[in-house]
């Protein structure tokens, strides 16, 4: 049991890794996930791949909806942009991947700050319906400027390389996410401990108040809105990659959904959260798949009755999340960490 555990400073109140149990945990966690291309197969990594954008993608828009309290209903076209641009540079500028990525996030973060241009005069639903309408229209931009994305057709993109060697298999690309999850997580969870972040919350609690106290409201509204695209934008250039394609269909409005229900479920303003509500919104999906083949399989005609239940089973147990558990599975983990930090007293 954790005793005498106190803290002399706010600074080391904010200290991420506050003891050496989770540095020692933390450590086995990562020889883990770069040991998992060793011994898992094509299937897993890729679901690992999958796994780690939407972690990115997550983290981008919770930093918007859960800390800054900006909702937000476009983060597929967001996605979107950043694997178009990702694309266009590297198929028709030649430029190699490791330019084209960063470079589609900043695509992203000057569109997204362009739709967060009237977060300052509105909010709430009617922030809601401005990036509703964001979404649709870069979507018809998608579909239509075909002299630049191709239409429906879409672009091919050549795998990422570094010098000869080639990121062409699921276990290969796996090191490129990995490095890019570990970056984008780390300079989130430094970032909600700064001025920064302490604005951002600030003005989701009480956005009038905050300005009173001489936040820029507009300022911080755009830099949320920005850092979130950046995020998606990185998440759609890796999506590109690994894919090797992009077309239309891959950045619908129901993705949208799919990443404010990741942050929703997971937990609204905990960057811990969001990973964990990408990791859940990732893997049901894959094991009600496995379920059906498993019915498939052993009870000929029952996939006819499960494979529709899909989406159902899928929708109740976000809706059981949301009437059970509002604070998500962040706060789950939190309850599990102060029952055995107290464990076996009970104060």
């Known amino acids: 049991m954790r005793c005498g555990d106190f803290k002399e400073s706010y600074l080391k109140d904010e200290t991420i890794f506050q003891t050496y149990w989770v540095k020692f945990w933390l450590f086995i966690l990562m020889l883990f996930l770069l040991g998992l291309p060793f011994y898992a197969n094509s299937y897993v990594m890729y679901v690992a791949n999958l796994i780690g954008f939407a972690i990115i993608g997550a983290v981008g828009l919770n930093l918007l909806t859960g800390f800054t309290g900006q909702i937000s209903l476009g983060h597929a076209a967001f996605i979107g942009v950043g694997g178009y641009t990702a694309a266009i540079l590297v198929t028709r500028l030649g430029l190699p991947f490791w330019v084209a990525m960063p470079l589609a996030g900043l695509t992203a973060a000057a569109t997204g700050m362009v739709i967060g241009i009237p977060s300052l005069r509105v909010k709430g639903l009617y922030l809601v319906i401005a990036t509703l309408a964001a979404q649709f229209i870069l979507e018809y931009v998608f579909v239509h400027w075909e002299s630049m994305t191709h239409g429906i ?147 000929p005609g029952l996939e006819h009755v499960f494979l529709p239940m899909k989406d159902v089973i899928f929708g109740l147990l976000i809706v059981s999340f949301l009437i059970f558990e509002p604070h998500g599975l962040a706060e789950i983990w939190h309850r599990i960490k102060n029952f055995f930090n107290l464990w076996p007293f009970s104060y």
């Open 153 to 299: 057709r879409g672009i091919n993109v050549p795998a990422p390389r570094l010098g000869s060697f080639v990121f062409d298999t699921e276990q290969k690309f796996y090191y490129i996410t990995l490095a890019v999850v570990l970056l984008g997580v780390g300079f989130a969870r430094n970032l909600v401990r700064t001025k920064w972040g302490r604005a951002f919350i600030a003005i989701r609690d009480r956005d009038l108040a905050a300005e009173i106290m001489g936040i820029n409201l507009f300022r911080y509204k755009l830099v949320a809105f920005g850092l979130s695209s950046f995020y998606a934008g990185i998440a759609g250039a890796l999506w590109v990659g690994f894919i090797k394609v992009v077309t239309p269909e891959h950045f619908p409005f129901s993705l949208s959904i799919q990443y404010l229900a990741m942050v929703i479920v997971g937990g609204l303003g905990s960057v811990l959260g969001a990973i964990f509500g990408a990791v859940f919104m990732t893997l049901v999906p894959e094991l009600l798949n496995v379920l059906t083949s498993f019915a498939k399989s052993s009870v």
